[in-house]
């Protein structure tokens, strides 16, 4: 876990042995959480003057900033879980929530109900991180959270919901997710949440490094994620935020990159207004934009390449990929993660191509 100047001493931490249904926040609903969150205008600003000058309607874009847009409009839906055993009916309320208003079928949203609701109930055994402040009353950091969004998939869209916790492996929770291609016995108690999401998904499912979205200090863990194909005339499948380019990116990127806790080692070289600019996440992780298209080299050598108009799509990616140099051979902190099953998998393999990949892996010349 990362540190912080949070309390330390035995009232940073829960009684040892206390219920959870006996604290009185730990039972609380989920409204009544209180989260600290990064202040958002103040970090957009802040990389536009990096970027090269403040960002205002009139250089293109008059749609909000991609930490206020919505779901609808390429945002990122995301909501604290509970510590306790109603995460799971939390993450049910949340997928109905940020699907409100949308036509999509209603076998589909219960196929994600369901899965969200699998997946959620795995954190009740990943609060090994978590941080309390103050009197050990509430978490200042490493709660889990649930977040949902719309990717480009192919020549359509997908819906990705994601669990995050702050436990990067899986020592505490359902057993590795190989387990899904392996069906459980018949008296086994683990492993058969992960089958069914694996079954209702058709394999779009898998997991990865990640980092918080909220509390006072976003913290490293594991992201575990479902996708489900938006059928083509649904209204979803055709919206989409207006795709910024260039200089523009960059700024969104960074901010969003910044948000995420990685504001110190960012160092944004663009030309305002430019369709050619360039970010430098860590020494060993640069990603680049030419028009509407971004791309990084990934931790295995490959080209990762995005549309811009999937920048939380991208920023999740960048973020796992600045994670997982951070625990490979001859990182910065080598030894302190494990890799992980990359962004699509059927439970079977470690790694496979994700539908909204650009073509094949390439240097950045070849674009």
């Not at 016995?185 to 779009?204: E, K």
């Not at 059927?346 to 539908?355: E, I, K, L, M, S």
Request: net charge negative; hydrophobic share 35%; aromatic share 6%.
């Amino acid at each position: 876990m990362l540190l912080t100047p949070a309390d330390r001493g035995p009232a940073a931490q829960p009684d040892a042995g206390r219920d959870a249904q006996g604290s009185p926040w730990l039972a609380a609903p989920v409204s009544e959480l209180s989260v600290p969150v990064t202040p958002r205008a103040g970090g957009f600003a802040q990389a536009g003057a990096l970027a090269g000058g403040p960002l205002d309607p009139g250089d293109g874009l008059a749609d909000p900033g991609l930490a206020d847009a919505s779901v609808r409009h390429g945002g990122c839906f995301v909501r604290p879980l509970p510590l306790d055993n109603t995460c799971a009916g939390a993450a049910r309320r949340f997928f109905r929530e940020a699907l409100a208003g949308s036509d999509l079928q209603g076998d589909l949203i219960h196929d994600g109900v369901t899965m969200a609701s699998e997946l959620a109930a795995n954190t009740v055994n990943a609060h090994g991180n978590v941080e309390f402040g103050g009197q050990g009353r509430r978490p200042v950091s490493g709660i889990p959270e649930f977040w949902l969004y719309l990717r480009s998939c192919g020549s359509g869209r997908e819906l990705v919901c994601k669990i995050f916790d702050s436990e990067p492996g899986w020592d505490a929770g359902e057993p590795l997710p190989v387990g899904a291609a392996v069906p459980a016995g018949p008296d086994s108690i683990r492993g058969r949440g992960l089958q069914m999401v694996a079954g209702l998904s058709a394999g779009r499912w898998g997991h990865h490094l990640s980092r918080g979205r909220l509390g006072a200090w976003k913290v490293q863990g594991k992201a575990v994620w479902f996708g489900l194909r938006i059928p083509p005339g649904s209204d979803l499948a055709a919206s989409e935020r207006v795709c910024p380019r260039g200089s523009r990116t960059i700024a969104e990127l960074t901010a969003a990159l910044a948000d995420r806790g990685l504001g110190a080692g960012l160092v944004p070289v663009t030309d305002p207004g430019g369709d050619l600019a360039v970010l430098s996440v860590s020494r060993q992780l640069t990603v680049w934009c030419r028009g509407e298209v971004i791309w990084w080299q990934e931790p295995d050598g490959g080209y990762d390449r995005l549309m811009a108009s999937d920048l939380v799509e991208a920023t999740e990616r960048i973020v796992c990929a600045h994670e997982e140099l951070l625990g490979g051979p001859g990182g910065e902190q080598a030894g302190t993660t494990a890799r992980t099953t990359d962004r699509a998998t059927d439970g079977a393999t470690d790694r496979t191509t994700d539908c909204n990949d650009l073509g094949d892996s390439g240097e950045p010349g070849d674009l």
